[in-house]
């Protein structure tokens, strides 16, 4: 299982990367091993607001049908159209080309009250 | 079992081959017009005889509970009294008419009636509608009557329903329906309420709670009365999921713990087969204060007469006529047959035959929740590296069993939920034992064979993520 350094991450398994002024939003490769093969994903359109803890859309393995919460307050700039033809990609790179929607958070700041990658790495580690 | 591949009735069809002959038209022929004429239609053409054997040998694979054993965890696969189906197909009950007028079917208002009082008695409530249909109508009742109770009390604003992560996917569903927002309670290690996280969500927009017990995890909700006494002194009103009302019969009257709402599955739990596709019945059970709000209508007595009529503030009619009727036949005669003491021993031999199996199982299954367990247990599959619960499921198949509801509840990983019921004998559930040991000792010494089962029936392992990826729904084409 892997966990990227420079990402933050919710106690909902989803990641939070800023990259410039927009923040980069998907789930952990934890997450993706959990879920297993994932099939179909939905997610809200551009440009709506949502709070930290929302649903921004919802992601569905053989397993099971998760939903995907906001790790922090803000409006959707962009979401990955490329999941629709290929959910795997978020099996395959979940930090990379599988990542979900990009976020221009109301307060950068509130990345700060998510978990740092090692906390988040013990935490997934104890369950 | 009959094993071999059946074809489909297009394959088995040969031109020419009829199953029927119509007599010679008596009246005279009328033109179709031509725009609605077609030269070819793709049926396939048989004689009565392979068709006749094309069904049977489909009846043949069936797999069901007068077959085999069915430890399907949430859903209660036990076996069902079949001197209650003589009942339930009785000429008198199955051919009357449902507008026959009150006075021509006092014995059917008589036994809605007696159900109403026994499933009240049963469940601790003051009041029983028999309408809905299902499990999940039930709930969509429930939560009904609450929004409507709130409404009477002026608390219309409250629309967020609290649902603990252990509860069955319908809960939430339910609400989205009756027009409320949902928001998830997470459980505390014991597998129980997080009592921490419950008493942070409670707030004046709090409508209420739903509550499985005992909860999908097979858990036994230690602090109810104490869960229901927050939810009410911050407002909210309390809905009983009683899927699992197996566990209980007889033994606790969730009515009495501080349970405003709830449903009980009367298939399953009350003498009708489940899982066949329907019909179920979903009764709905209230306290004093929702009576009024039940969907009707419903069974009275009055002047020594039975007849029907709506309650007093009623949410209205959720089905056509009267419910299921033959579900409440059975549940009728199930529980005149049984009593109260026959009634308890469900819950007691269910309980005991879960920890039974808890007991030979979780030293190779391991748990996430270690305590006794109520009428079934979560356990996990992922018995050796490279082995998860679907290749345990699979190769269960080979031995005979109908596999346990895997990956349920989410909040256990690699999931393996095991119900056996309280029909089931001890020799039943030590060759189940016997068998989930053998595929753990084969799952080291030959994990091939799990990834490859089931070996033994007439499709291997089928290709899920490729159905779900790029589903083919057209036959050959």
Partial sequence: MSVDAKARYAQSHEYARLEGDLVIVGISDHAQDELGDIVFIELKEVGKKLERGQVFGTIESVKAASDLYMPLSGSIEAVNDDLQADPALVNREPYGNGWLIKVKPNNAKDMEALLEAKAYASMVGEE | MNLSPEPLVFELSRPGLVGCSLPGSDV????????????????????????????????????????????????????????????????????????????????ALELLYKLQEYLAEIGGFAAVSLQPAAGAHGELAGVLMIRDCLKTRGQGHRT????????????????????????????????????????????????????????????????????AAMVHQAGGLVYGDGANMNALTGVFQPGKSGIDVMHFNLHKTFSTPHGGGGPGAGMVAAVKELAAFLPGPIAWRRAGKYELAMPEKSIGR?????????VLVRAYCYVSMLGAEGLRRIAENSVLNANYLRAKLEKTYKLKYTRPCMHEFVAMGDVAPGIRTLDIAKRLIDYGFHPPTIYFPLIVPEALMIEPTETESKQTLDSFVEAMLAIAAEAKSNPELLHDAPGTTPVGRLDEVAAARSPVLCFRG
């Avoid at chain 2, 048989?46 to 399907?72: A, G, M």
């Avoid at chain 2, 069955?168 to 597998?191: E, L, R, V, W, Y």
């Avoid at chain 2, 959720?318 to 033959?326: C, Q, R, V």
Wanted: net charge neutral; proline share 7%.
């Fill in chain 2, 28 to 107: 005279p022929a009328a033109q179709m017009p031509k725009a609605l004429v077609r030269s070819s239609l793709d049926l396939p053409e048989l004689d009565e005889l392979t068709v006749v054997r094309h069904f049977t040998r489909l009846s043949q694979k069936n797999y069901s509970i007068d077959t085999h054993f069915y430890p399907l965890g949430s859903c209660t696969m036990k076996y069902n009294p079949k001197a209650n189906e003589a009942a339930a197909s009785h000429p008198g009950w199955k051919n009357i008419h449902p507008l026959a007028g009150n006075s021509e079917t006092q014995g």
């Fill in chain 2, 160 to 227: 967020t329903m609290l649902i603990p992560d252990s509860a069955h996917g319908t809960n939430p569903a339910s609400c989205t329906m009756a027009g409320f927002s949902t928001q998830t309670i997470p459980s505390g290690k014991d597998g129980n309420i997080d009592l921490k996280a419950l008493e942070a969500a409670l707030n004046d927009s709090v409508a209420g709670i739903m509550i499985t017990n005992p909860n999908t995890l097979g858990l036994f909700e230690r602090n109810i009365t104490k869960i």
């Fill in chain 2, 318 to 326: 959720l089905k056509a006529f009267y419910g299921n009727f033959g």
